[in-house]
């Protein structure tokens, strides 16, 4: 923490982010591993120096290591109030739920995460709605050594709570009963509370 700390106060992030468009793969995956650990002190310098954009376009990398870092970060920014609204603003939602269906669990992990903290918000809600984030969330609910399974659950409550998502999700209450006898606790949580939202009636 205070490493990131001192990268923070030495003004270092506008640089870090420009070299993204610049370095070579390796010197990129340092830079993206950098600003993750910086973004969980703050995330101001980043969003103003315009990560999200460049963000956006290292989620469809060659490389796993960069696609999946790259999601990372950008989950970093979706903690962040500000930068769940750039997320929505720069249309990086499509390209996150693009990457459910990502043959490397990790990218599948990173971009679940990213999605679930830019849901949070209505406008994030609407745009994966929008994007068909349902049907791949979905698989990875049903997936079975998904890594992604726990985010990808708490995104779909999420979506469940706008009448049109709810309405989709009502047909699929099914995939979500195995994760109630789930080894981990917070899965069978996360579980129970999906099919309560979804089940739920105004």
């Known amino acids: 923490p205070a490493g990131a700390v001192g990268i923070l106060h030495a003004g270092l992030i506008p640089s870090l ?3 993204l468009k610049t370095e070579l793969d390796e010197i990129q995956e340092l830079i993206l591993d950098t600003l993750t650990n910086c973004l969980c002190v703050e995330a101001f310098e980043a969003l103003a ?3 999200v954009t460049i963000l956006k376009q290292k989620l469809t990398h060659s490389s796993v290591a960069i696609r999946s870092k790259a999601a990372r970060v ?3 920014i979706s903690t962040h109030p500000e930068g769940k609204n750039m997320v929505c603003e720069e249309d990086v939602i499509p390209v996150l739920v693009s990457l459910l269906e990502d043959t490397e669990p990790e990218v599948q992990a990173s971009a679940t995460g990213a999605l ?9 809600k609407y745009s994966a709605l929008g994007a068909e984030a349902i049907p791949p969330l979905l698989k990875l609910v049903a997936g079975e050594t998904s890594k992604a399974r726990l985010s990808a659950i708490k995104t779909l ?4 709570e706008l009448p049109e998502g709810r309405k989709t999700l009502l047909d699929h209450v ?3 009963q195995p994760c109630l006898n789930d080894p981990s606790e917070a899965v069978r949580r996360a579980a129970k509370i999906a099919i309560h939202v979804i089940k739920w009636k105004p």
């Open 174 to 176: 099914d995939t979500f």
């Open 49 to 51: 120096s315009g990560a």
């Open 74 to 76: 950008l989950l970093g």
């Open 116 to 124: 679930m903290f830019a849901t949070v918000t209505p406008q994030g």
């Open 157 to 160: 409550t999420m979506l469940a």
């Open 17 to 19: 982010v420009f070299k």
